[in-house]
């Protein structure tokens, strides 16, 4: 149980362009998700939490008009890399959590490697 | 604000040698914390994590930490490792909402 997956695994788009990456928990309601970013051989840094149904809440330093983020059903997020630049190349991963009280553990999603060339 | 310190970047062990990885944390409230492993292009699995209670945690494929208060530790050890256990390591803090990761330990095993 408490498979987290994400589509698509691996993107390369084109600079200027938008990407967008789904994260589904499959077998589990999902009443938030995280989305974290991941440089090479560094560690995951948080971008933004959301709640279904919420507007997300992003982290200090993270542009919001950027990464959207959408949370329209407890199975499914949606991250959207908009006008990507080649800085945005990462390894971005989602993680979903269920539960409303007391502490939910997070399970995580296999990531998706996003290439701007 | 809260961080998490993995102080070692590469650890390299022979196979079959024991195990510690090194974490520390700042924060003064009692914490979650967990230990992830992630292999190369994939995604975090859970080996254990401590709430509370009982400060030596047993984790998956022969894993355990123990929680040190007055260190602000928490270590990750294996007596045995096998070469499959070649990966990342992440050391995280929780607050029951977000989750903080320490920069990870990469290691290695050598034959």
Redesign the interface.
């Known amino acids: 149980g408490a498979v987290?997956s994400?589509h698509p695994s691996w993107v390369i788009c084109k600079s200027g362009t938008s990407v967008k990456i789904e994260c589904r928990s499959l077998d589990f309601q999902a009443t938030t998700m995280?989305w974290y970013r991941q440089f090479p051989k560094?560690?995951?840094?948080?971008m933004a939490?959301s709640n279904e149904g919420s507007k997300a809440t992003y982290e200090q330093g993270v542009e919001k008009d950027k990464f959207l983020i959408n949370h329209a059903s407890l199975t499914l997020s949606t991250l959207t890399v908009t006008s990507a630049h080649p800085e945005d190349s990462s390894?971005y991963?989602c993680?979903a959590r269920g539960g409303t009280s007391?502490?939910n553990?997070?399970f995580?999603?296999?990531?998706t490697?996003l290439t701007v060339l | 604000a809260q961080s998490v310190t993995q102080p070692d970047i590469h650890i390299t062990v022979s196979e079959g040698a024991s195990l510690e990885l090194r974490c520390n944390y700042s924060y003064g409230a009692t914490p979650?914390l967990f230990w992830?492993v992630q292999s190369p292009?994939?995604?975090?699995?859970?080996l254990l994590?401590y709430?509370s209670g009982d400060t030596l945690v047993q984790g998956i494929k022969g894993f355990e930490a123990e929680f040190k208060r007055s260190q602000s530790s928490f270590n990750l050890r294996k007596p045995s490792v096998h070469w499959s256990d070649a990966a990342e390591y992440?050391c995280a803090w929780?607050d029951?909402?977000?989750?903080?990761?320490?920069?990870?330990t990469i290691l290695r095993v050598k034959s």
């Open positions: 987290v994400q995280f560094q560690s995951l840094m948080l939490t390894f991963i993680s007391g502490y553990e997070q995580f999603g296999p990531g490697r | 979650y992830y292009g994939q995604g975090l699995q859970l994590k709430f992440f929780g029951g909402n977000k989750l903080v990761f320490g920069a990870g």
